[in-house]
């Protein structure tokens, strides 16, 4: 007979493939990659072609390229094979959580803990995109189910296999350190045992996780000569979190683009600026998480309301989007897949106190907490809290187990109802000019993805959208300018990157658009300024560079060319052999 938990997973491979197979055919967005989408399959095929992506150190955790350039090596560069991947790994996940709550509370405990997981949609909405979301999900519902399994073992296969999958989770996401210390710290903590097999015990899952990560910081050593664990791109993501414009999402630092294709380039280049000196980027990754812990410092108030918020958005229902918003998910298999993220932590709230005192059930505490550290010390999105879902899915179904028999009291339940209230009402009452904001960018990229798919129309229906919804958001403007280029409106789309310009003057990318669109219109002279505010404010742009160079060629204005590919080559910038060739240089 089938047990409740399997036909979860089998209901979960179902509507997890139909979600994926709906998206692939009418999502705009699972066909044209963006952002951190586009930067993992470029660095998935630079793996594959044997050809170096980025010099130095990882500046991200890199098993999830690692693991989309082993599909492509077999299948060809085809995202749509990884969100497959994915969605199995989506419905492998509800089975390792059934069988673990399984385990901690029995029969009942694993067929809720399954369908919890099983009808929450956040999972199958990432399994469409390439980012490692969906791998460090599995890897965290296979963490609760290895170390439970530990918990009742004395065997050596166990522990090794809970330390190489916290090794693996430490290199597809670098927080994932923090469950890593906590586990040892769990394992050392086990009254049951005698201390000297404690420490082998410690000995055995440090040593399989560091057998995991240790070829990744040597690597990284070899390249930078510095030790960097995993990757460095930590301090500018806590400064992204904790900066003066932070809040608790999200945000974009003074002087930064935002734009992951530059950041690594922007976070050092910030850094030296201030501080008047070179650095590398390990240097600048400390630089960034000084600067946010002076911030905190500096303005106590200030960072305290900021955690709060944080601690907010933690436990509201409303999903928080990083460039992918489920707000607007148009898929019709979402509805497969109801229940809100308020359920799981109401659940959760009932289901704590047996989770911390069943030995089993206790790494879920863990990997829960650990998660929701990260996002109180950096920021809260979606697509991050998706790894505290597994843990929390097996502590809900506890509590779930705990009211249904009546064995909760009346406190327990009240709180759970109280956190259901919170999580479900909290956002929507209070948030709406953030909500309006993060949906305007979401519209625009996807209005981008239309545009790249050659459906303007829809593309200009978007971006329109978009800055109905916040107009100040200049990036919706120039990429609206992009699609009227297209669509024969020039007039119309120099009106929308003047404003872009109006609105954020010190936009190297709106200085650039409003170049090339000057320079298509035969303005040169113009263009050429436009071109040298945007090398100005972004001097690591190759192609603001070469098009002022160009500009200046065409405008007879040759000595000038010179000195911009001068600065281009001592900057180490590429520049156009034909532009050399015309400069001497």
């Not at 999972?123 to 009742?152: D, H, I, N």
Request: with cysteine.
């Amino acid at each position: 007979m089938i047990r409740a938990r399997h036909a979860a997973a089998v209901f979960a491979a179902l509507a997890h493939g139909l979600y994926t197979a709906a998206d692939l055919r009418a999502n705009p967005l699972a066909a044209h990659l963006l952002h951190d989408a586009a930067r993992y399959d470029a660095w998935a095929r630079a793996i594959v072609s044997g050809s170096a992506f980025e010099a130095g150190a990882y500046s991200q955790a890199p098993l999830y390229p690692l693991l989309v350039a082993g599909v492509y090596a077999v299948l060809g560069p085809r995202p749509a094979a990884v969100f497959v991947l994915q969605a199995v790994l989506g419905a492998a996940a509800v089975l390792l959580v059934g069988r673990a709550a399984e385990r901690a509370g029995g029969a009942s405990a694993g067929a809720w803990g399954a369908w919890l997981l099983a009808l929450y949609g956040v999972p199958a909405f990432f399994e469409t995109k390439l980012l490692p979301a969906s791998l460090v999900f599995f890897l965290v519902a296979l963490f609760v189910e290895r170390a439970g399994a530990c918990a009742a073992s004395s065997g050596a296969r166990p522990l090794a296999a809970l330390g190489g999958t916290l090794g693996a989770l430490t290199i597809a996401n670098a927080g994932s350190m923090l469950l890593l210390a906590l586990t040892l710290g769990w394992i050392a903590w086990d009254a049951s045992r005698p201390p000297r097999r404690r420490v082998v015990r410690v000995g055995l899952c440090l040593g399989a996780a560091l057998a995991v990560v240790a070829p990744v910081t040597v690597r990284n050593l070899a390249v930078s000569g510095e030790l960097v664990p995993v990757a460095t791109n930590g301090g500018i993501t806590f400064w992204q979190g904790n900066n003066p414009n932070a809040r608790g999402v999200y945000s974009t630092p003074d002087g930064f683009s935002g734009a992951i294709a530059t950041q690594r380039a922007e976070a050092r280049r910030v850094a030296e600026a201030e501080s008047g000196r070179p650095m590398s980027d390990a240097d600048a990754s400390r630089y960034w998480f000084a600067r946010g812990r002076a911030q905190l410092l500096a303005h106590p108030g200030d960072a305290a309301a900021l955690l709060g918020r944080k601690l907010m958005l933690v436990i509201a229902s409303a999903e928080q989007p990083l460039e992918y918003s489920s707000r607007l998910d148009a898929n019709p298999f979402r509805r497969a897949m109801p229940l809100p993220f308020a359920a799981l932590a109401a659940l959760a709230v009932a289901g704590l106190a047996p989770a911390l005192r069943l030995r089993a059930a206790q790494p879920a505490v863990l990997a829960a907490a650990a998660t929701a550290a990260t996002l109180l010390a950096f920021y809260v999105a979606s697509r991050y809290r998706l790894a505290m879902v597994p843990a929390l899915a097996l502590i809900a179904a506890l509590g779930a187990v705990r009211l249904r028999d009546r064995e909760a009291s009346r406190s327990t339940a009240a709180a759970a109802a109280a956190v259901a209230a919170i999580s479900l009402a909290w956002f929507p009452a209070t948030q709406g000019d953030l909500a309006r904001g993060q949906d305007a960018m979401a519209l625009c990229d996807r209005g981008t993805a239309l545009r790249e798919s050659g459906r303007i129309p829809e593309a200009i229906e978007d971006y329109r959208r978009s800055i109905a919804l916040a107009p100040d958001y200049p990036f919706a403007h120039l990429d609206l300018a992009k699609a009227l280029t297209r669509a024969g409106r020039p007039d119309e789309a120099r009106r929308e990157i003047e404003e872009a310009v109006r609105l954020q003057p010190a936009l190297a990318v709106a200085r650039f658009d409003l170049g090339v669109l000057l320079f298509e219109s035969g303005r040169i002279a113009e263009a050429a300024e436009s071109f040298a505010e945007a090398f100005r404010l972004a001097p690591d742009d190759a192609d603001a560079g070469n098009n002022l160079a160009g500009s200046y060629l065409e405008l007879g204005r040759v000595e000038e060319a010179r000195e911009v590919v001068r600065r281009m080559r001592e900057a180490g910038l590429p520049v156009d052999p034909p532009l050399a060739a015309a400069t001497g240089r």
